[in-house]
T-cell receptor, first 111, second 111 residues
């Protein structure tokens, strides 16, 4: 199994909502990542977890809250988002410095 | 801080042409370099991974080369087809243990 599964595929939320994005992998990878991609722009790193500990936070606003409950799961909790947060959110995993495997992403629209 | 640049930003070619996409990175201390393909509104499809100790990798009509000392990678696409139309992204995996993406090359192959 070389897949990274992200749910939901699409999400529409209001600015007062709380929602969560989920990411799962069963490749035994110990590093997991969240990237944000705006339309016609490259993906930008948000967070990196290594061995279930947050190792990189790219100065992301606190309305985005990552969580790594175990080595296979990665969540991104969303609260009080702004319309400019609308983007494709990509999850990835890797084994140390090896190849990153990406999920198909969650397309988020904030109204 | 790693910076990745891709040239050209856009490319339109007739079907059957061989073409080269260029990628440069500022910090040569990388573990690997990955090339991805992205179709509009979709996630990332991994094409090729070149480890820092390697010079090139091949997959079908694709060949990627890496020159760490000069901070450059190229993606060669042979006998281009309309189905190759997409955005191609290169990304360097460096000391921060995360991928830094270039801004991409939008390729259009005309039938």
């Amino acid at each position: 199994d070389t897949e990274v599964t992200q749910t939901p595929k699409h999400l529409v939320m209001g600015m007062t909502n709380k929602k969560s994005l989920k990411c799962e992998q069963h490749m035994g990878h110990r590093a997991m990542y969240w990237y944000k991609q705006k339309a016609k722009k490259p993906p930008e790193l948000m967070f990196v977890y290594s061995y279930e500990k947050l190792s990189i936070n790219e100065s992301v606003p606190s309305r985005f809250s990552p969580e790594c409950p175990n080595s296979s799961l990665l969540n991104l909790h969303l609260h009080a988002l702004q319309p400019e947060d609308s983007a494709l959110y990509l999850c990835a995993s890797s084994q140390d410095v090896e190849k990153l495997f990406f999920g198909s992403g969650t397309q988020l629209s904030v109204l | 801080k790693q910076e990745v640049t891709q040239i050209p930003a856009a490319l339109s070619v007739p079907e059957g042409e061989n073409l080269v996409l260029n990628c440069s990175f500022t910090d040569s201390a990388i573990y690997n370099l990955q090339w991805f393909r992205q179709d509009p509104g979709k996630g990332l499809t991994s094409l090729l991974l070149i480890q820092s100790s390697q010079r090139e990798q091949t997959s079908g009509r694709l060949n990627a080369s890496l020159d760490k000392s000069s901070g450059r990678s190229t993606l060669y696409i042979a006998a281009s087809q309309p189905g190759d139309s997409a955005t191609y992204l290169c990304a360097a995996f460096g000391g921060r243990r995360a991928l830094t993406f270039g801004s991409g090359t939008r390729l259009q192959v005309q039938p």
